[in-house]
C-alpha cells in the first residue's frame, strides 16, 4: 500500500486529491498539511513514513518548495510538487530542493495517480503528457557544451540526455531515435551514472544547469 500525503493550504483541493487517492486499491492517504511547516512536521511525525508527498509550491509562510527540501533532507519521503503555475522556474527550483516529480493541478486523475505510483516506483516524473507543455519550452543548444559533467557523454548519450530534457519517456525515446527499450535504458541508465545523478530528473537538472537545454523564451 503506497502511504500518501497531501499538503496544500486549500482544504477542498486537498479534499479532491483525497478521493481520488482512497478510490486506489493499492494507496491511501495516511497525512494531511495546510502548509509548508506543518508539513514538516507532519510527516516527521508519521511511523512508518509516507512514502509520497503531494506538495502544492504555492502556500502562506513556508512555501512548497522549502517544505520538499526540509521533507526530503530527512526522511525516505518523495516529493511530487503541484502547481497551476507551468513556469519553468519552478520545475528547477523544485528538483534543486529534492522533488521526484513536478504535475500540474489540473491535470488528469490517472496522471496524478500514475505519478504517484511511479515516483513509489523509484524512478522519476519530469513530464507527463499533461505537462508537456510546460517542457516544450526547453530546446537542444546546436553547439556542444564544454562542462566536465557532460564531456563523459557518448554522441548517443548526450542525444538521449536531450530526450529527455525534452520530457520524452523512455518509450518516446525509442520512437524518436529508432532503437529497441532495452537499448534506451541501457543509455539512460549509463548517462545517470557518468553524470552521478540520483534519477533521470536531476540529470536533466545538470543538463539545463550546463547550458545544453535552455528555455525558449
Do not use: W
Not at 486549500?10 to 491511501?28: C, E, H, N, P, Y
Not at 508519521?46 to 512555501?63: E, I, K, N, Q
Not at 515516483?119 to 508537456?132: F, M
Amino acid at each position: 500500500m503506497i502511504r500518501v500525503a497531501l499538503v496544500d493550504d486549500q482544504q477542498l483541493i486537498r479534499a479532491g486529491f483525497r478521493m481520488v487517492v482512497d478510490s486506489q486499491d493499492d494507496m491511501t492517504v495516511v497525512a494531511e498539511a495546510g502548509d509548508g511547516a506543518d508539513a514538516i512536521d507532519t510527516l516527521a511525525s508519521l511511523a512508518p513514513p509516507a512514502d509520497v508527498a503531494l506538495v502544492d509550491v504555492r502556500m502562506p509562510g513556508t512555501d512548497g518548495i522549502a517544505a520538499c527540501q526540509a521533507i526530503t533532507a530527512s526522511s525516505p519521503t518523495k516529493v511530487i510538487i503541484l502547481t497551476t503555475f507551468d513556469l519553468d522556474e519552478y520545475v528547477v527550483a523544485a528538483i534543486r530542493a529534492g522533488a521526484s516529480g513536478f504535475l500540474l493541478k489540473d491535470a488528469p486523475p490517472e496522471d496524478l495517480l500514475g505519478a504517484v505510483r511511479t515516483v513509489h516506483a523509484g524512478d522519476a516524473v519530469i513530464a507527463p503528457s499533461s505537462t508537456r507543455r510546460l517542457l516544450a519550452r526547453v530546446a537542444a543548444l546546436p553547439d556542444p557544451v564544454d562542462d566536465v559533467r557532460l564531456a563523459a557523454l557518448t554522441d548517443r548519450e548526450r542525444e538521449v540526455l536531450l530526450l529527455m530534457a525534452r520530457g520524452l519517456s523512455n518509450q518516446e525515446i525509442c520512437g524518436e531515435l529508432h532503437l529497441a527499450e532495452p537499448t534506451v535504458k541501457t543509455h539512460v541508465g549509463r548517462v545517470l551514472a557518468k553524470l552521478g545523478a540520483r534519477d533521470r530528473v536531476q540529470a536533466v537538472v545538470m543538463a539545463y544547469e550546463a547550458g545544453l537545454v535552455r528555455p525558449l523564451g
